[in-house]
């Protein structure tokens, strides 16, 4: 009952201060209401049997990931009373923000429907960091292995289209 | 139901007192400070509040408390006035899970000496040590000024390059013990401890937590003679207080984490647990005073390099010798 009830009010917290990230207009701001949902996310993790994937959450999103998104932003120098960035934005950005969110609501809703009484839903157990560890790294160790690749690609495919625009060479140029 | 409640409250009893014990150790740990660094510099310190001085940290809370809460103009308001707490706040929720003595017998009930003894404790200290970032690059970010936010900028690339090392290098400690809980760590090290076992890993970690309390010869995010007072330069009273007594419990916090990772924890003869860790706590304490009284501050470059290239490297080394030893000995 009780971690029933925490569970929703964890998702609940989760999904608000996700919502509130997308929607700050400051970045230092956005940023915090993140770590907040990454946090509310590893409760979640715990709460359902999970501690090691919860302190990973903790440790490698909220403790390193978004540590250097701020470190980048501190690095722009923009001052807390300046809300300089997406002051241009259109109704137009908000579509695939909306799909998404439509997508998730079709399919909660659907699955509501269809098992009311949640009975379908995997029965709670209790991972120990050892078991967790076994799982990932000997049952399933090449299926990680190729999402971590898929990791790689997608670094070098960020990688290769944010590449610098070539220049022509320019006469005298100092490129 | 009355056993859900005795439990309770004992984690709250427990809870209050290592809440009294680390705040007033902190308090103590300023004024022995001062203290000792006065003696290596052939000065007396302070001795005019109460016998001996002993009165002082009574006296600095006073003066911080009746201070002028002061906000910057064009400030993140907000922000700067969390910032603090934050610091603090992650500093004490370490020790939750830091077993600081042997199970104890009370009325027939077995009591063990930590708040909570997480499975994952080792991964929670790592994870709060990870956000004890936040404090100081909020703090430096929302007061708006030059100073503060190049403190707060040097502070956080400064911890993520130490935190890689003190993570890989608490590794074979993991291995060695065989579990994540700090509780089962202390007690794999009852024969020898893991300081003797593992003496490179003991000196990356003692390293990288000197670096991580950002105090000599590593404490560049406010080194005073360039930044002012580094990220909390625009801070007064006793939010200032905050980040200030933070550090502190910040070096209880990390030398109870090597007491209990490398040192053995509470296990020694004669004495009883508690006694043996508080003793450890202290000459880690010592040991850190004693550093900031005889060490330059480190360049940035220094820093930088020494982090990367050096301890990284031979942390990753550390790890990967001590499982083929482990193999080897099955």
Avoid at chain 2, 128 to 143: E, P, Q, T
Avoid at chain 2, 259 to 285: H, N, R
Wanted: charged content about 10%.
């Amino acid at each position: 009952m009780t971690a029933t009830l925490l569970f929703y009010i964890l998702g609940a917290i989760a999904v608000i201060a996700t919502l509130l990230a997308i929607t700050r207009k400051n970045p230092v701001h956005a940023v915090i209401y993140l770590v907040n949902s990454f946090f509310a996310l590893a409760l979640l993790f715990y709460l359902l049997g999970a501690p090691l994937l919860a302190a990973w959450e903790l440790i490698i999103y909220a403790g390193a990931i978004m540590v250097l998104f701020l470190f980048i932003i501190m690095m722009l120098q923009l001052s807390p009373t300046s809300d300089t960035i997406g002051s241009g934005e259109t109704r137009r950005q908000w579509i695939p923000v909306m799909l998404l969110t439509l997508a998730l609501a079709t399919c909660t809703l659907l699955l509501t429907a269809l098992d009311p009484s949640g009975a379908e839903a995997v029965p709670r157990w209790y991972a120990s960091p050892r078991d967790f560890g076994y799982a990932l790294f000997k049952e399933y160790a090449l299926a990680i292995e190729i999402v971590s690749f898929q990791l790689l690609f997608a670094a070098v495919g960020a990688f290769y289209i944010g590449r610098p625009e070539r220049k022509k060479t320019e006469p005298g140029g100092a490129e | 139901m009355t056993e859900q409640l005795i439990m309770l409250g004992l984690i709250l009893v427990k809870l209050l007192l290592v809440f009294g014990v680390i705040l007033s150790m902190a308090a103590y740990l300023v004024l022995a400070e001062r203290k000792i660094l006065a003696r290596m510099q052939l000065r007396y310190g302070p001795n005019r509040a109460g016998p001996g001085g002993m009165m002082q940290p009574m006296a600095d809370l006073i003066k911080l408390l009746t201070k002028e809460d002061f906000v910057p103009a064009q400030a993140d308001k907000w922000l700067f006035l969390l910032a603090p707490g934050l610091s603090a706040l992650t500093a004490l929720l370490t020790f939750a899970v830091i077993p600081f003595g042997p199970p104890l017998q009370i009325f027939g009930q077995t009591v063990p000496l930590v708040i909570c003894d997480l499975n994952i404790g080792l991964l929670y200290f790592l994870g709060l040590s990870s956000l004890a970032v936040y404090g100081m690059a909020l703090g430096g970010w929302a007061s708006n000024s030059k100073y503060s936010l190049l403190g707060a900028i040097r502070g956080l690339s400064q911890l993520i390059s130490y935190e890689l090392a003190m993570g890989l290098s608490v590794v074979p400690v993991v291995m060695m013990a065989r579990s994540f809980s700090l509780t089962e760590i202390v007690l794999a090290q009852q024969q020898i401890p893991f300081a003797l076992l593992n003496p490179p890993a003991f000196l990356i970690f003692l390293i990288s937590i000197v670096a991580e309390s950002k105090r000599i010869p590593f404490d560049l995010p406010e080194s005073e003679n360039e930044l002012v007072g580094g990220f909390h330069t625009e801070y007064s009273g006793m939010r200032f207080g905050l980040f200030f007594v933070g550090e502190y419990i910040n070096m209880v916090i990390l030398g109870s984490m090597l007491t209990v990772l490398f040192l053995g924890g509470w296990s020694g003869p004669w004495l009883p647990g508690v006694v043996w860790f508080i003793i450890k706590v202290l000459a880690i304490c010592f040991f850190f005073i004693w550093v900031r009284g005889s060490m330059p501050r480190l360049r940035y470059d220094q820093l930088m390099n020494f982090g990367w290239k050096v301890l990284l490297p031979l942390a990753l080394l550390n790890v990967l010798i001590t499982g083929a030893v482990l193999l080897w000995i099955g």
